[in-house]
């Protein structure tokens, strides 16, 4: 979790002479970011797991908008849901106790606990602030390709969706009649109209 500038702190990383001074101070930097990290290894495991819980949040987020996630089989579906509902009750738990464990050590230490070269709990504040404005622009996005349908709709009218009326069972009239001039009179009445002629 160390950042660039944080690193660069340390100058006999960067040097060239290799002298059993320059060791020494390796040793010595080495044993104090150990007993840092042991110190604080609380902080840091809330850290890495709030981290990994954010991240799995914006995948979920990119898998729910996308539609082939509804021709899943085998349960997938049911499963994701009910991972996302897991995260979404977890993870305001562990923000809120990062939040707190962090801000309770800088009142300890009378400083701010950095994670690569900033302090945690801008870089919380910051990510969130991005995080509202890329969900406030795809919706806005959303609202103006609608509007832009509308206005589509309005000028050039829509297409009607409902379906074509089923035929009746049955034969119609004009059927029948059709039927019967090609099949022609029936033997009954050919038989009565010529007993009657004579």
């Known amino acids: 979790l160390y950042g660039v500038n944080q690193k660069k702190e340390f100058r006999p990383a960067f040097s060239d002479e290799f002298t059993d001074d320059s060791l020494s101070a390796h040793e010595s930097e080495l044993d104090r970011m150990r007993g840092f990290y042991a ?36 349960g997938k579906l049911l499963q994701e849901q009910r991972q996302e509902q897991k995260l979404m ?44 404005l890329m969900k406030e622009q795809e919706k806005m996005k959303k609202q103006q390709s609608k509007a832009e349908i509308t206005l589509l709709e309005m000028k050039y009218g829509t297409k009607s969706h409902t379906p074509p009326k089923r035929k009746a069972l049955g034969t119609t009239s004009n059927e029948r009649a059709t039927k019967v001039r090609r099949v022609g009179p029936s033997p009954l009445v050919k038989s009565t109209t010529t007993s009657g002629s004579s």
Do not use: S
Not at 43 to 54: A, C, D, G, I, P
């Open 39 to 74: 110190d604080n290894v609380e902080v840091f495991k809330l850290v890495e797991k709030r981290e990994t819980m954010w991240k799995q949040k914006l995948e979920m987020e990119a898998r729910a908008n996308d539609p082939n996630r509804l021709k899943n089989r085998g």
């Open 89 to 132: 009750k977890e993870f305001p738990k562990v923000e809120k106790k990062l939040k707190q464990t962090v801000t309770q050590w800088e009142e300890d230490h009378c400083r701010r606990f950095i994670v690569f070269d900033k302090p945690y709990l801008d870089e919380l504040e910051n990510q969130l602030a991005n995080y509202n």
